[in-house]
């Protein structure tokens, strides 16, 4: 069963933590000014983090992964892969993600 927080401010980010996984927003208002750390588009991203993966698509996903999170990593990360679209080229290669789903 998931131990379901709420959402924590971290600086510059909010943070949904779950027991082995996170989901981390970053509304791009901070540092748009810093070039290194703005998204694709300059707004808004929405990360999937699990074991030093960061599943990162642009703009605010917060809603829809916070309607998955009970169902565990793999519903998240299902949601992640149907909006490859949308995927930031920050993002962790999704190719990499077998053994995060294994141990989910």
Partial sequence: ????????????????????????????????FIPAFAADNGGAETALCKDGKYFILNGDHREQYENLVDEGFGACYAYFMRHQDERSSWSSDPEGAAELLLSA
């Avoid at 709420?6 to 933590?17: F, S």
């Fill in 1 to 32: 069963m998931i131990t379901r927080k709420a959402w924590i401010r971290y600086h510059r980010n909010v943070q949904l933590e779950l027991d082995d996984f996170y989901v981390s927003y970053n509304s791009g208002e901070i540092a748009p």
